[in-house]
C-alpha cells in the first residue's frame, strides 16, 4: 500500500532553518514527480517546491533562494524528499505536505496544482515565530 509519511517539522524563529523529510514507500517510485505543498490556516494549498523523476526542480517565487528540494532513491519501492528549509519568515507557517504523482511519460514534468496529485502523507506543522 502506497504511503507517504512526512517528518522535521516543529517551531522556529524567524531567519532559522528546518529539514522536512518525507519516505514514500509501498509501491515503484521512480516514475514518480515528488512535490511539497502547503496550507496555511484559511488559504488553500499551494504550491512550495517539486522534483520531476529526472531530477528537474521547480520552486514557488515566495521561496526560491530559501528552500532546496531533494530526492534521495533507497530502492524503486522506497525514496525520501527533503526539503531544506533556511531563512524562514512568519509567512511560511503552514501545514506542509508532501504529495506524488505517476509521470512516466514526461521525466522532467513537475505538477504544480493540487489535484494533480495521485498521492497525499498526512502532513506536518511548521511554525515560524518572530
Known amino acids: 500500500q502506497a504511503q507517504l509519511v512526512e517528518s522535521g517539522g516543529g517551531s522556529v524563529q524567524v531567519g532559522g532553518s528546518l529539514r522536512l523529510s518525507c519516505v514514500a514507500s509501498?509501491?515503484?517510485?521512480?516514475?514518480?514527480?515528488m512535490t511539497w505543498v502547503r496550507q496555511a490556516p484559511g488559504t488553500d494549498r499551494e504550491f512550495v517546491a517539486g522534483i520531476s523523476f529526472s531530477g528537474t526542480t521547480n520552486y514557488a517565487d515566495s521561496v526560491k533562494g530559501r528552500f532546496t528540494i531533494s530526492r534521495d532513491t533507497m530502492k524503486t519501492t522506497e525514496i525520501t524528499v527533503n526539503l531544506q528549509m533556511n531563512s524562514l519568515k512568519p509567512e511560511d507557517t503552514a501545514v506542509y505536505y508532501c504529495a506524488a504523482k505517476d509521470t512516466y511519460r514526461y521525466p522532467d514534468y513537475v505538477a504544480r496544482k493540487s489535484d494533480e496529485y495521485d498521492f497525499w502523507g498526512q502532513g506536518t506543522q511548521v511554525t515560524v515565530s518572530s
Open positions: 509501498g509501491r515503484i517510485w521512480d516514475r514518480h514527480g
